[in-house]
């Protein structure tokens, strides 16, 4: 038993709540270490990346364009470069959606006592094994497993990213601070940073600063009032 049972929601210890998110266990949850909530939005997650997952190559072929006979695509050659959505490249390749839930599907085995899965084949053939596989064990690890926070986390994070791709939404983003960038006046930008957990860089709308990922701690350091070295906007 993870949790320990109380009577009340004001008897509560903090301890007691989702390990996903703040709610309160109710007392018939108080085993559990995922709210039966969060669980409902991660099957339905990992239901709709199912669905959505071989949808990402279509998205990859520039829109207007048209195949030969030796199945190349084809554009017009004298126009501007047809549009594709770039996001699904990082989503379908090496580290990306099946990647990234094989890798859950790994640890929970692990944790299971169970020999790990074989080759599987494609991308598609492997994924088509590991979403049933959650699927079957999500209740056993929202209610067992320690660790179901960052694997909630990440399948949330994997359905927001095939989503905005798939169906044109707004990729999620999250805040990152204030810009601590000195205009060329002196003044502190200070324009709200917000950015996509999986963005290579961190580019300021204010002022136009731009941060890659490995500059990201530095970034977060000035923020956060520590020193370093002062960045000045182009």
């Known amino acids: 038993m993870p949790h320990t049972p109380a009577t009340h929601d004001s008897d509560q210890e903090p301890e007691t709540r989702c390990v996903h998110c703040p709610r309160l266990l109710h007392f018939d949850e108080l085993d559990r270490w995922a709210c039966r909530p969060c669980e409902d939005n991660a099957l339905k997650h990992i239901t709709e990346l199912g669905t959505w997952y071989g949808q990402l190559r279509a998205k990859l072929i520039p829109a207007g364009a048209v195949g030969d006979d030796s199945g190349h695509v084809t554009g017009a050659t004298r126009s501007a470069p047809l549009p594709v959505a770039i996001g699904a490249l990082d989503l379908i390749g090496p580290g990306g959606v099946v990647t990234k839930l094989r890798t859950i599907e790994d640890d929970w085995r692990k944790t299971l006592g169970w020999t790990i899965a074989t080759f599987r084949g494609s991308d598609t053939q492997t994924l088509a094994a590991v979403l049933p596989f959650l699927r079957n064990n999500l209740p056993w690890a ?52 917000r950015v996509s957990p999986f963005a290579a860089e961190i580019r300021c709308t204010g002022c136009g600063t731009r941060w890659a990922r490995d500059q990201w701690i530095g970034l977060g350091a000035a923020i956060q009032g520590f020193p370093m070295p002062v960045v000045r906007a182009a």
């Open 142 to 193: 929202c209610g067992m497993y320690p660790d179901i926070a960052e694997d909630l986390k990440l399948i949330r994070i994997l359905h927001g990213r095939v989503d905005a791709v798939v169906n044109g939404r707004k990729e999620p983003q999250v805040p990152v601070g204030c810009c601590p960038t000195v205009t060329a006046d002196g003044v502190v930008c200070g324009d709200r940073l």
